[in-house]
């Protein structure tokens, strides 16, 4: 679709948020195509360009900025891992994450990306 000049179907296509960004493209392409960046490129254009994005991603960046985990840690995960005699899980500066959001711009990307998700 890049080689065609298909930039909105591209951009509008779901199969764009499917890559894991495992690099196994980039490490078998005969070519030496590094398909992984070109995949973040695009899901950025995206999101830049059209003010969408998976319902996910949506929701894990608001969980770093909320409490600087992409996931929100249970109590009772908290608890095992004091059972276990693990320490505890480092604490978050989310004056410093909102700081970072803001001079990236993530945070107005959170407010006004709208979301979807994925219909098979």
């Not at 004091?82 to 978050?92: A, D, E, R, T, W």
């Amino acid at each position: 679709m890049i080689q065609l000049g298909l930039k909105d179907r591209l951009l509008s296509n779901d199969a764009l948020w499917l890559c894991t960004t495992c690099y196994t493209c980039i490490d078998n392409c005969p070519q030496g195509v590094e398909m992984a960046y070109i995949i973040r490129a695009l899901r950025n254009i995206t999101v830049e360009e059209r003010k969408v994005m998976p319902t996910i991603y949506k929701q894990m960046l608001s969980n770093i900025l909320k409490t600087g985990y992409v996931y929100v840690i249970s109590e009772l995960r908290i608890k095992r891992r004091i059972q276990h005699g693990l320490p505890p899980l480092p604490k978050s500066d989310s004056k410093q994450i909102a700081k970072l959001f803001d001079a990236t711009h993530i945070s107005d990307i959170l407010e006004r990306a709208e979301t979807f998700d994925r219909v098979d």
